[in-house]
């Protein structure tokens, strides 16, 4: 079953501990991003990354970072997370960029 | 990134009735996709749309890709109840960049 799967799906976590989202796709596809879902904001782009070893800033990147070692895999990285990044985080990948996004069930996370 | 503004930001309609929502942009796109979010998932691509004044019907559902590249229209006739959820439009600017902006999203509830 074609599928992109993140974890974890709930997290919670203290300011300043460093925190991995994972996130894997059995498509082939190219194009991976994520994003982050806020109340009234809709989905914003954190960062994308077009091929492996490929990546780049979408439009609200700061405190994060991102791999893209192999072509199936890319996480996002909080080295030091903050209270103003609790969210709704969202990967998803397709083959192109302007081809049909499918997106995972999303990771609730919360820095007290 | 480029800015979408899709409207209306939620709207509440009686089963049955049509709906119509739509997105404008400063800028012109070369491809306008349409997803839709139930509660606590993902989204999930309803249309795509790659060529400019194109109209592309999905069952019930029917877009079109404004002829000034810059806007974008979705509607749904004869809404049901499981049409509840979470409407965006996304825009892929073309010109060798490769980030996807979304719109805010329509949130849509139907009485019955």
């Known amino acids: 079953e074609a599928q992109v799967t993140q974890n974890p799906r709930y997290l919670i976590t203290v300011t300043g501990k460093k925190l991995t989202v994972t996130c894997s796709q059995n498509?082939?596809?190219?194009?991976m991003s994520w994003y982050r879902q806020d109340p009234g904001l809709g989905l914003r782009q954190i960062y994308y990354?077009?091929?492996?070893?490929?990546?780049d800033k979408g439009d609200v990147p700061e405190g994060y970072k991102v791999s893209r070692k192999e072509k199936r895999n890319f996480p996002l990285i909080l080295e030091s997370p903050s209270p103003n990044q609790t969210s709704l985080y969202f990967c998803a990948s397709s083959f192109q960029i302007n081809t049909e996004a499918f997106f995972g069930q999303g990771t609730r996370l919360t820095v007290v | 990134g480029q800015q979408l503004n899709q409207s209306p930001q939620s709207m509440f309609i009686q089963e049955g009735e049509d709906v119509s929502m739509n997105c404008t942009s400063s800028?012109?796109?070369?491809?306008w996709l349409w997803y839709k979010q139930d509660p606590g998932e993902g989204p999930v691509l309803l249309i795509a749309l790659y060529k400019a004044g194109e109209l592309t019907s999905n069952g019930r559902l029917t877009a079109q890709f404004g002829i000034t590249r810059k806007d974008s229209f979705l509607n749904i006739s004869a809404s049901i109840p499981s049409d509840v959820g979470i409407y965006f439009c996304?825009?892929?600017?073309?010109?060798?960049?490769?980030?996807?902006?979304f719109g805010k999203g329509t949130k849509l509830s139907v009485i019955p």
């Open positions: 990354s077009m091929n492996v070893e490929v990546t």
């Open positions: 498509m082939n596809h190219e194009y």
């Open positions: 996304a825009g892929e600017p073309g010109a060798g960049s490769y980030q996807l902006t």
């Open positions: 800028s012109i796109f070369n491809t």
